[in-house]
């Protein structure tokens, strides 16, 4: 749920993004904004001092006289534009930096936080979340130094000359426009903050639907509901246009009142300056200058507010910025630092009294009391129906999942490895591997730290049975996979994937429905370089399949269901008693 954090605490937080080059251009940028909302305020004075000198003393002035006066006008203007070039490239530096800095450690907190984050929402509604947030982030810093600052200190100067040079009946009419304005747009604020949080959500969540769509094109297509689909976008884009009216006309109304404001101060000040003038309090060059000067405030004015409206908004986008850095890191990472096993001495796994359900779903137990020891270089087939399971228990060895027990590998208990010990020593290849949009080079040597060469890749390739088909595609190693593999086969996906495991030479090979979109011949091959793997390197192989055929080659296949075991043994043995695996072969249970 979104919260609004206060403006100073986010400032400061935001102030953290900044390298100290860009903090101490802040206080250039400060400084100069001094002299520069000084400098704003020599025209109205000018004009009314020449105002004065033309009309009151017109036979001993000429119009060289009034040349030196014009140069001030003209030469403050110009060092005024120059200052504000100046500022303007300070805050982008700072602002773009800030940016920078900001992507980065989102980027860095979303790669470390729980899975059951990412399960509990959709990509999309993360992306578009995350954009809209940093945006946020980047634009209050340059409201608050670029527009919010200039218009306070400008201010501040107009209010200075104000009660300086104009009588105080009129000094005192001026400023008063500031805090009604300032009651105008607190109370717009107050609110719109409500609907302001509404439409973001409303937006993240058809960001999410949007991305939803595009991942199932194929499926859209092939059921024709491409009509359905865009129904249920338009209805969700009419909520959204809905609210954003109910908005927009708050807003209108809340503008309205601002110009009356202004309208109404502007007519009571000409006319208490022209009545002071007819008195002969004052003079006309100085009716002048309470009109210039009353722009000159009620200019900055309408950038204040302006600028706290958007600071508003900015202020809810900044805040989830914040709230996405304050996600909590998940339980694999709560070892920090890289590797602390410096030798393996075994490949075994024991696990012991494992137990697990989701966070969301306390009542519905995943695994329950599992017991299970695996001796090093062991092949291990895991059966049993949809759901039983069997892939929480070989996420538990990788740590994509927190169970309840104890789980080690080699000896070393799982809670005392780190993510860098794990990706050495395990490797898990899904039923639907993840490719990136790279090349299939890259895609094969994903997360290896080391220089890897064009040969060690091939060969790796050549196990999975996928390097002929690699050398006939265009551009070969250097064929550019598209978003999650889509201009692949199922197939090659997987092979690829494989590919990937057989490169690392893991001491722990996790395959869950690794081959099931692979053809007999490839499949058989395939199964040569397991038995390899467990002969030549020692490694240990845990195998999901739902095709029991695949597990005849095992060691040993154990049996779950509800999230126990239920039988274990050979493949043949297993055929041969009466129980779960035997009905699985058959066909009576799925």
């Given at each position: 749920?979104?919260?609004?954090?206060?403006?100073?605490?986010?400032?400061?937080?935001?102030?953290?993004?900044?390298?100290?080059?860009?903090?101490?251009?802040?206080?250039?940028?400060?400084?100069?904004?001094?002299?520069?909302?000084?400098?704003?305020?020599?025209?109205?004075?000018?004009?009314?001092?020449?105002?004065?000198?033309?009309?009151?003393?017109?036979?001993?002035?000429?119009?060289?006289?009034?040349?030196?006066?014009?140069?001030?006008?003209?030469?403050?203007?110009?060092?005024?534009?120059?200052?504000?070039?100046?500022?303007?490239?300070?805050?982008?530096?700072?602002?773009?930096?800030?940016?920078?800095?900001?992507?980065?450690?989102?980027?860095?907190?979303?790669?470390?936080?729980?899975?059951?984050?990412?399960?509990?929402?959709?990509?999309?509604?993360?992306?578009?979340?995350?954009?809209?947030?940093?945006?946020?982030?980047?634009?209050?810093?340059?409201?608050?130094?670029?527009?919010?600052?200039?218009?306070?200190?400008?201010?501040?100067?107009?209010?200075?000359?104000?009660?300086?040079?104009?009588?105080?009946?009129?000094?005192?009419?001026?400023?008063?426009?500031?805090?009604?304005?300032?009651?105008?747009?607190?109370?717009?604020?107050?609110?719109?903050?409500?609907?302001?949080?509404?439409?973001?959500q409303t937006k993240a969540d058809l960001d999410g639907t949007m991305v939803e769509l595009l991942?199932?094109m194929e499926t859209i297509r092939s059921m024709d509901s491409a009509e359905i689909e865009c129904?249920?976008?338009?209805?969700?884009?009419?909520?959204?246009?809905?609210?954003?009216?109910?908005?927009?006309?708050?807003?209108?109304?809340?503008?309205?009142?601002?110009?009356?404001?202004?309208?109404?101060?502007?007519?009571?000040?000409?006319?208490?300056?022209?009545?002071?003038?007819?008195?002969?309090?004052?003079?006309?060059?100085?009716?002048?200058?309470?009109?210039?000067?009353?722009?000159?405030?009620?200019?900055?004015?309408?950038?204040?507010?302006?600028?706290?409206?958007?600071?508003?908004?900015?202020?809810?986008?900044?805040?989830?910025?914040?709230?996405?850095?304050?996600?909590?890191?998940?339980?694999?990472?709560?070892?920090?630092?890289?590797?602390?096993?410096?030798?393996?001495?075994?490949?075994?796994?024991?696990?012991?009294?494992?137990?697990?359900?989701?966070?969301?779903?306390?009542?519905?137990?995943?695994?329950?009391?599992?017991?299970?020891?695996?001796?090093?270089?062991?092949?291990?087939?895991?059966?049993?129906?949809?759901?039983?399971?069997?892939?929480?228990?070989?996420?538990?060895?990788?740590?994509?999942?927190?169970?309840?027990?104890?789980?080690?590998?080699?000896?070393?208990?799982?809670?005392?490895?780190?993510?860098?010990?794990?990706?050495?020593?395990?490797?898990?290849?899904?039923?639907?591997?993840?490719?990136?949009?790279?090349?299939?080079?890259?895609?094969?040597?994903?997360?290896?730290?080391?220089?890897?060469?064009?040969?060690?890749?091939?060969?790796?390739?050549?196990?999975?049975?996928?390097?002929?088909?690699?050398?006939?595609?265009?551009?070969?190693?250097?064929?550019?996979?598209?978003?999650?593999?889509?201009?692949?086969?199922?197939?090659?996906?997987?092979?690829?994937?494989?590919?990937?495991?057989?490169?690392?030479?893991?001491?722990?090979?996790?395959?869950?429905?690794?081959?099931?979109?692979?053809?007999?011949?490839?499949?058989?091959?395939?199964?040569?370089?397991?038995?390899?793997?467990?002969?030549?390197?020692?490694?240990?192989?845990?195998?999901?399949?739902?095709?029991?055929?695949?597990?005849?080659?095992?060691?040993?296949?154990?049996?779950?269901?509800?999230?126990?075991?239920?039988?274990?043994?050979?493949?043949?043995?297993?055929?041969?008693?009466?129980?779960?695996?035997?009905?699985?072969?058959?066909?009576?249970?799925?």
């Amino acid at each position: 749920m979104r919260r609004k954090m206060p403006l100073f605490s986010l400032t400061k937080q935001i102030f953290g993004l900044l390298q100290k080059r860009q903090k101490r251009s802040f206080w250039i940028v400060l400084l100069i904004l001094a002299v520069s909302a000084g400098l704003s305020q020599i025209l109205p004075l000018a004009v009314g001092y020449l105002t004065d000198r033309v009309l009151v003393d017109r036979a001993n002035i000429s119009f060289q006289t009034t040349v030196p006066v014009l140069l001030v006008i003209l030469i403050t203007s110009v060092v005024n534009e120059v200052i504000k070039v100046i500022r303007r490239l300070l805050v982008e530096d700072a602002s773009t930096q800030a940016e920078k800095e900001a992507r980065n450690r989102a980027a860095a907190s979303l790669m470390l936080a729980p899975m059951r984050y990412f399960r509990q929402n959709m990509t999309g509604n993360i992306h578009g979340r995350l954009n809209r947030s940093i945006e946020g982030t980047t634009k209050l810093v340059k409201l608050i130094f670029m527009d919010f600052a200039p218009a306070v200190a400008t201010g501040i100067a107009a209010v200075f000359v104000i009660f300086s040079q104009l009588p105080w009946q009129v000094a005192l009419l001026m400023v008063l426009v500031v805090p009604v304005g300032t009651l105008i747009v607190m109370r717009q604020i107050s609110t719109q903050k409500g609907i302001r949080v509404e439409l973001l959500q409303t937006k993240a969540d058809l960001d999410g639907t949007m991305v939803e769509l595009l991942g199932g094109m194929e499926t859209i297509r092939s059921m024709d509901s491409a009509e359905i689909e865009c129904a249920r976008i338009d209805r969700r884009s009419e909520a959204l246009r809905t609210k954003e009216m109910k908005h927009h006309r708050a807003m209108a109304f809340y503008d309205c009142l601002k110009f009356i404001n202004e309208a109404a101060f502007n007519v009571a000040v000409i006319g208490i300056s022209v009545l002071l003038a007819f008195q002969g309090a004052i003079s006309v060059g100085t009716v002048l200058t309470a009109y210039l000067c009353f722009t000159q405030l009620t200019g900055p004015l309408r950038e204040l507010h302006r600028i706290l409206d958007e600071v508003s908004e900015c202020t809810v986008l900044a805040s989830d910025y914040f709230q996405i850095l304050g996600i909590p890191k998940d339980f694999s990472y709560a070892v920090q630092g890289e590797k602390r096993v410096e030798k393996w001495d075994s490949n075994d796994i024991q696990m012991q009294h494992l137990r697990f359900h989701y966070a969301e779903e306390p009542d519905k137990p995943i695994l329950e009391d599992l017991n299970l020891q695996v001796g090093a270089g062991k092949f291990i087939g895991i059966a049993g129906p949809s759901g039983c399971g069997k892939s929480t228990v070989t996420k538990a060895i990788d740590k994509l999942e927190e169970t309840e027990g104890t789980i080690t590998i080699g000896g070393y208990d799982l809670a005392a490895l780190t993510r860098a010990d794990l990706a050495e020593a395990v490797v898990l290849v899904p039923q639907v591997p993840f490719l990136f949009a790279d090349t299939i080079f890259h895609n094969i040597c994903y997360g290896i730290k080391r220089e890897v060469t064009l040969e060690e890749v091939r060969e790796a390739a050549r196990r999975a049975s996928i390097d002929a088909d690699i050398m006939q595609m265009p551009g070969q190693y250097a064929f550019l996979v598209a978003e999650a593999g889509h201009n692949l086969s199922g197939g090659q996906r997987q092979r690829i994937a494989l590919a990937r495991a057989f490169l690392r030479t893991p001491r722990i090979l996790i395959l869950d429905e690794a081959t099931s979109a692979l053809d007999n011949t490839s499949e058989k091959q395939i199964q040569v370089e397991f038995e390899r793997m467990k002969e030549v390197y020692g490694t240990t192989i845990l195998s999901i399949a739902h095709r029991l055929t695949t597990l005849k080659n095992c060691d040993q296949i154990v049996v779950m269901d509800h999230g126990k075991i239920v039988q274990q043994g050979t493949y043949d043995s297993l055929r041969e008693q009466p129980g779960l695996f035997r009905d699985m072969s058959l066909g009576i249970v799925q």
